[in-house]
């Protein structure tokens, strides 16, 4: 055991070094298929990559997925020894997890962060050690950024714009004036990179085009929070006609609170229907969506294990590698009336949601 940890010691010295050579920052690099991580195993006579990684929890169908797809790819079979810790959203566990991860001087750490701040110390320990951090999903919000390897996740923002270009766009199609618009946001994790990125979408928006955002709420992404919160709201204000949920579960809880209240979940806010647009397009969200309930569904893509695996056999190889993997997301509606939205970066179509779209969904 002394032995095993002195012979790694020798090893994440050396990779420490390379490191910092092989970091190049090359932009996004699309989510390749499961296939190419199973391909590149030899390693039956090989070492297995030790890999700690920190879950921050179960919260949302977003999170499930993700944590399949982590575990699911970092298998024995492609190489890899996983050792995986649930967090329960708590950032303490997390801090736990990881300082466990490090002494147990793991090849790499894996951490999909509950919140941005807080990280400093524990992965300068991390890096102390040589050990290489990949930060998924959120990001985390450090003075020195060599303390985290590489980052794959989403662009929370432009999600959150594609949105509301989209409102803009439908509302103006049917006619509705800006000030007719009385939206509340369900908010997801205070803190987290998605919730802080979502709700300044909204609020910028609603300051650029003179929309009414009456309140922005918490509901930490789960459904049983949001349908407390939904109701409690629908009681302050009596005309919500949009509501901005930052996950899907939190829709389904919304969705529940309005028909509970008498009210109906749809696109005619004309007659007294409430929009809802939503985030993730997992499952639960885009049976919503072909229901006409969920007006609009901006995909958060939990897909992220083979790009982590790759990161990591880079890293472990002294390749080069990108700082930052952006997956590929799209946005789904039932509706036509919008076929697509401008933004700084270019054009993003709306795709119309089919049975046939929805049945071939991986999650
Ligand atoms: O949208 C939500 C989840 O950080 C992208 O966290 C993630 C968000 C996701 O629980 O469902």
Known sequence: ???????????????????VLAAVCIGGCGNKEDKDSKNDKNDSQQELIDVGFSQLGAES???VANTESIRGTLTKQNGFNLSFDDAQQKQDKQLLAI??????EVDCIVLAPVMET????????????GIPVIVVDRRVAVSDKTLVTAWVGSDFRKEADIACEWLKKYTEAKGIAPEELNIVDIQGTLG????????????NAALKYGWKLYAQVPADYTQAKAKEVMAKL?????????????????AVGVIEAIEESGRKAGLDIRNGEILIISFDAAHSGLSLVLEGKIALDVECNPLQGSDIARLIKAIKNGEEFPKYTYVPEQAFSLDDTVKSVTLEDGDHEITILTEDIFRNREY
């Open 1 to 19: 055991m002394v032995r095993r940890n002195m012979k790694k010691r020798i090893k994440k010295a050396a990779l420490a070094a390379t490191l």
């Open 61 to 63: 169908d977003y999170r």
């Open 99 to 104: 300082r466990k991860f490090t002494q147990q």
């Open 118 to 129: 807080g990280w400093d110390t524990v992965l300068q320990e991390a890096k102390d050690a």
């Open 192 to 203: 987290a990179t998605a919730q802080i990125d979502r709700s300044n979408g909204i609020s």
């Open 234 to 250: 629908l009681q302050a204000y009596s005309d919500i006609n949009v509501v901005y949920c930052e996950n899907d579960n939190e």
